[in-house]
């Protein structure tokens, strides 16, 4: 997997509690991406980050934050999490251009009750 | 905004067979398009990249066409195997320099 991490991998949590998801990558790139995946959609981009400490929102932003106080690693967090952000949250790199090949983490997948 | 289309429904094709998958897509002309494969679990991985400008481009068994008349482009595995088996998505540039994938399409190749 490019040497992209996630954690945690897996994670139950209830309808309002705050989640932080975290992504960390060693190969130094730029370009960072939180998405979700869910059945019939295909991958939706949540949030996105060019650099350290710069990030611009995706398609699904509502609902999420994020911060890259390092180069390697992105957080993506819910606030108050919903059952509709029940999903599976893949975070992405890429080198150069935002449109470049992205490098896909193994993935985590959330479960809001 | 953009919209990609891909079969929703599983292809299912015999060992040995080509398999062509479709992307469609509407609005936007993309500057090029990239796909993907899914396995169960686990993250997309990147396959191939073709621009605009190209209308053909191989690799290994993998065949990528881009026809920017038709909007559409056409992924190929010929020469099929199981382990071929996986989801496929197709991805394209959009305005504000972003991906948009496709939900992708399951490809199950028996023996």
């Known amino acids: 997997d490019a040497g992209i991490t996630q954690s945690p991998r897996h994670k139950v949590t209830e309808t309002g509690t705050p989640v932080t998801l975290r992504c960390h990558q060693t190969?130094?790139?730029?370009?960072m991406y939180w998405y979700r995946q869910d059945p019939g959609h295909g991958l939706r981009l949540i949030h996105y980050?060019?650099?350290?400490?710069?990030?611009d929102k995706g398609e699904v932003s509502d609902g999420y934050s994020v911060s890259r106080s390092k180069t390697e690693d992105f957080l993506l967090t819910l606030e108050s999490a919903t059952s509709s952000q029940t999903s599976v949250y893949f975070c992405a790199i890429s080198s150069a251009q935002i449109t470049d090949t992205q490098y896909f983490g193994p993935g985590t997948r959330l479960t809001v009750l | 905004s953009q919209k990609i289309e891909q079969n929703s429904e599983a292809l299912n094709i015999q060992e040995g067979k080509t398999a062509t998958l479709t992307c469609n897509y509407t609005?936007?002309?993309?500057?090029?398009l990239q796909w993907y494969r899914q396995d169960p679990g686990r993250g997309p991985v990147f396959l191939l990249l073709i621009r605009e400008n190209e209308k053909e481009k191989r690799k290994e068994r993998l065949k990528v066409t881009f026809d920017t008349t038709l909007k559409q482009s056409l992924f190929h595995i010929t020469a099929s195997q199981p382990a071929d088996s996986a989801t496929y998505l197709c991805a394209l540039d959009i305005p504000g320099n972003k991906l948009v994938f496709g939900a992708g399409t399951i490809l199950r190749v028996k023996s």
């Open positions: 190969e130094n790139h730029r370009y």
């Open positions: 609005n936007y002309s993309p500057a090029y």
């Open positions: 980050s060019y650099g350290v400490k710069d990030t």
